[in-house]
């Protein structure tokens, strides 16, 4: 019997220990709460919007000089303008700058290909010290790889159908 | 009609990266998964025939932000697949070889130069 007595005691015990472990980790996040900065929602989109904004006209405007001036087609304008941003955002994330600016722009950079490429060098400078194949060679595709294994599959089952549909009407 | 060209790639182009802005902000989600979410809502967008449009208008301002490599990689597919199977499977990354070769490539030769530099705060 005491036995007993003491087995459920200890599970009260458990319980209200179980209870008090929460009621604590409740009262730390409100603590906390008080002292993380809140997002400013309004400036944040705003400089998001600037950034990017300008970053698409400054492409439209080199593309529209590429296919003005020097007599490209409409494709390879695009191609060269993409290659260009790609190369610019990898120079400057190797300078450092690129943090500077996305700490004021946020998805501003981040949503062009320019974070594209900028989450390529990133990674693979900062494990560099690992080696050149699973230091940088592999660190290359820590952020880059989801974004290519996700998109390369969806566009394949995309094309596969659509070559199911115009197999099915011709 | 020129200067419209570029008030709408400004628009439209800062206008997904405000979409970008508000996932950061508002949800849990990290960097890398708002870049994914960001391709595959421009292949299946495509897929629709829904980007095409967007494209035609903003230019630039549509094919410069994630989506737009999507939609690159969705239309060379279905351009493909007019041809035949096995264009339908080379299609996006023929299309989409040039910007992918380049960021690998060039991003490794420089990954190989520079070291590591703490962001001055």
Known sequence: MPTRINIDGGKEQEKNNARKKKEIAKAYGRYAKQFTPRPRYLANCLKAFFTGGAICTLALAAQNYLTGSRGLSQQDAGTYVTIGLIVIAQLLTAFGVFDVIAKFAGAGVIVPITGFANSMVAPAIEYKKEGPVLGAGAKLFTVAGPVLVCGITSSMVVGIIYWFIERQAG | ?121
């Open chain 2, 1 to 121: 009609m020129d200067i419209m060209e570029y008030i709408w790639a400004f628009i439209i182009g800062g206008g997904i990266c405000v979409i970008g802005q508000i996932l950061l902000d508002t949800t849990m989600l990290t960097a890398p998964r708002i870049l994914v979410i960001f391709v595959v809502s421009g292949v299946l967008l495509q897929a629709l025939n829904l980007y095409q449009p967007i494209v035609d208008l903003a230019g630039n301002g549509a094919t410069v932000p994630l989506p737009g490599f999507g939609y690159n990689l969705a239309q060379g597919a279905m351009e493909g697949a007019e041809k035949g199977f096995l264009e339908a499977i080379t299609g996006p990354l023929e299309n989409a070889a040039a910007g992918i070769g380049v960021a690998v490539a060039f991003g490794y030769i420089v990954s190989m130069i520079f070291t590591p530099k703490s962001p001055k705060r």
